[in-house]
Nanobody, 120 residues
C-alpha cells in the first residue's frame, strides 16, 4: 500500500506565504513525476506545478514567479512554497505522484488534500 500525506495548509492573509509538504510512504520502488493540483469551490481540479525526478519543473501561468515546487528524493517528499498569495489561490491542494512499486507496478497516487484559504 502507498500513501501520500499532505500538510501545511491553513488560513493566511493576501500577500502572505505558506509551505505545503507531501510525504509518500509504503512499498515504493521509485517515485517518478510529482505534482501539486488544486481545486477551488465550483471549479475543476487544475495542475499547479510539476517536478520530474531529475528536478525539471513546470508551473501554471497564474503561479509563475510566486510558487516553487521542490522534492527530496531520499525522503520521498515534495513541497510547494507559495509566496505572495492571492485570494484566487484559495483551494484544496492535492499531492499527486507517479509511483513504481516493487514488481514494477506503476500508477498515479493522490493525497487526501489540504485546504488553503487566502483572505483579502
Amino acid at each position: 500500500q502507498v500513501q501520500l500525506v499532505e500538510s501545511g495548509g491553513g488560513l493566511v492573509q493576501a500577500g502572505g506565504s505558506l509551505r505545503l509538504s507531501c510525504a509518500a510512504s509504503g512499498r515504493i520502488f521509485a517515485i517518478n513525476t510529482m505534482a501539486w493540483y488544486r481545486q477551488a469551490p465550483g471549479k475543476q481540479r487544475e495542475l499547479v506545478a510539476v517536478i520530474t525526478r531529475g528536478g525539471s519543473t513546470n508551473y501554471v501561468d497564474s503561479v509563475k514567479g510566486r510558487f516553487t515546487i521542490s522534492r527530496d528524493n531520499a525522503k520521498n517528499t515534495v513541497s510547494l512554497q507559495m509566496n505572495s498569495l492571492e485570494p484566487e489561490d484559495t483551494a484544496d491542494y492535492y499531492c499527486n505522484a507517479d509511483i513504481t512499486r516493487p514488481g514494477l507496478v506503476r500508477r498515479w497516487y493522490w493525497g487526501q488534500g489540504t485546504q488553503v484559504t487566502v483572505s483579502s
